[in-house]
């Protein structure tokens, strides 16, 4: 019954959320924050040329928030209950995957994809 009840919370599409933060413009705030080995928001879209002010929670253990591609853009690795908010700017369109830098966690799902426009 365990087993099957995680099956359903990991394939589970109620978590699978994405924000669309394209039409707006000025510094973008955006919460995130996980449960598990999974965040809440799945895919950002946003605009090149952003300032985004990313708010990470963490639901549960330990985990951080970050983009390889933009500076500024990595939390440290939280204990529960915390939180941190991190500044940057988008400068680049593409595709990028923001994710937990904690070994093994990105590999168990704990990623989503930043979505940058031109
Ligand atoms: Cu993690």
């Avoid at 995680?6 to 994405?18: I, N, Y």
């Avoid at 915390?82 to 700017?89: A, G, H, I, N, Y």
Wanted: glycine content about 12%; overall charge neutral.
């Amino acid at each position: 019954m365990v087993v099957a009840g995680l099956l359903v919370l990991v394939g589970s599409p109620l978590f699978a959320r994405t924000l669309d933060l394209t039409d707006q413009s000025g510094v973008k705030e955006i919460e995130i924050s996980s449960r598990g080995m999974a965040y809440d928001l799945t895919e950002i879209r946003v605009n090149r040329g952003d300032r985004l002010r990313v708010t990470y929670r963490n639901g549960g253990g330990r985990h951080d928030w970050r983009v390889d591609e933009f500076e500024g853009a990595a939390t440290r690795v939280l204990g529960a209950g915390r939180s941190e908010t991190v500044e940057f700017v988008v400068d680049r369109a593409g595709t990028f995957e923001f994710y937990c830098s904690v070994p093994g966690h990105r590999q168990a799902g704990m990623y989503g994809r930043l979505i940058v426009k031109e």
